[in-house]
């Protein structure tokens, strides 16, 4: 076990308090204790890719180290800059990357973390980076040692945390709900208005594992859901290139920081999607499988954005007035449709993770 605080000290202690990433469960103790402790030196970002391009930015204006944190999974949305910006061979700015190893091969964990993590050491080697797997505080001093090391080459270095190795002590804040509309109670609603033969493409994270919950625990019988299990930001692009070739009906469920990850992707779906497509945002302003981090997306006008980037109407819902009327005025008027809900945080424990993935494929495909 290593204390954040123990971290913070070294990374200070190098000259370098710039931080910012993506959040994420196994550094979930990290980013709150910065959002509490640190806010004015810390910013959320919408993707890794950004979260470095910042990193880069401050170097450049300050010429000291920034640290970017993020899951392993984020390295490939932080490829591009980190390559061809940050890279020696081409600008050498140093850079110190702090990376949850979710699917590390010493613990048990999700086939999608399981094919990341086994690869996430040889990915580091491959782009040339110096690394120290933190496990206690010895590795902080061999960690301590490349940053200087960074520093005085203009190169980049990374440390690999596992699950449970960073511990902080009274530093955890009470999810904060943003908005108060029973997530359960809306999704149930959902489920209860939908055709059988509606399918429905569902964001990674607490939306994927709670419609499983519901669909078992209300007994609904069919079996025409796709997960996404991995792939954050992605949703909609999987549900537009599915709905661009197929007769079905296809709602996608996404949530806020999945769609602020790849924002692109609206306007995409604005200018090709087809009226058999009708896309969910379930709203909560936080990263809610990942300690609840704010995604800031309480100051964005989605009707005026969803308008103007090609979606023929929009819908709200923010509290039970009318919700049912509401929710299927949305799914059968004709036209590619928006509509946000303002949902509070998932209040359901011990949530159920997709199992055999192959088969939830396969019935999909059906």
């Not at 308090?17 to 959320?44: A, C, W």
């Not at 924002?263 to 779906?269: D, F, I, V």
Request: charged content about 25%.
């Amino acid at each position: 076990m290593i204390k954040i605080h123990s971290l913070i000290k070294l990374l200070k202690k190098n000259n370098s308090y710039f931080f910012t990433g993506v959040p994420d469960s196994v550094l979930e103790d990290l980013s709150n204790y910065l959002q509490k402790k640190d806010r004015k030196n810390h910013i959320i970002a919408t993707n890794e890719g950004s979260a470095i391009s910042l990193g880069i930015g401050h170097y450049l204006s300050t010429n000291k180290l920034p640290i970017v944190y993020m899951q392993n999974s984020g390295l490939s949305n932080a490829l591009n800059p980190l390559i061809s910006i940050a890279h020696k061979k081409v600008y050498s700015i140093p850079l110190i990357l702090i990376i949850g190893w979710r699917g590390s091969p010493r613990f048990k964990d999700e086939p999608q973390h399981k094919v990341k993590g086994g690869v996430t050491e040889k990915f580091l080697k491959l782009l040339d980076i110096k690394y120290t797997i933190l496990r206690t505080n010895t590795d902080l001093n061999r960690f301590n040692k490349q940053i200087k090391f960074a520093k005085k080459n203009k190169t980049i270095v990374a440390c690999l945390i596992e699950k449970g190795t960073l511990k902080g002590k009274n530093i955890l804040e009470k999810k904060k709900d943003y908005y108060n509309l029973d997530k359960e109670f809306f999704l149930k609603t959902l489920l209860d208005s939908l055709n059988k033969k509606t399918k429905i493409i569902v964001s990674t994270g607490y939306n994927s594992r709670e419609i499983i919950y519901l669909k078992k625990k209300y007994k609904f019988q069919n079996d025409n859901d796709f997960y996404m299990v991995g792939g954050m930001g992605h949703t909609l692009s999987v549900a537009l290139g599915y709905s661009l070739s197929s007769k079905n009906k296809i709602i996608c469920i996404d949530g806020d920081g999945s769609l602020l990850m790849h924002l692109g992707s609206l306007k995409t779906a604005g200018t090709f999607g087809t009226k058999n497509l009708k896309y969910i945002l379930l709203n909560n302003n936080s990263h809610d499988s990942v300690g609840g981090q704010r995604t800031y997306s309480d100051s964005v006008d989605f009707l005026k954005l969803s308008k103007s980037l090609g979606f023929k109407y929009y819908y709200n819902i923010k509290n039970k007035n009318n919700l049912k009327k509401t929710v299927k005025q949305f799914l059968f008027k004709s036209g590619l449709g928006f509509l946000e809900v303002k949902v509070g945080n998932s209040r359901i424990k011990n949530l159920p993770r997709p199992k055999d993935l192959i088969k939830i494929k396969n019935q999909f495909m059906k």
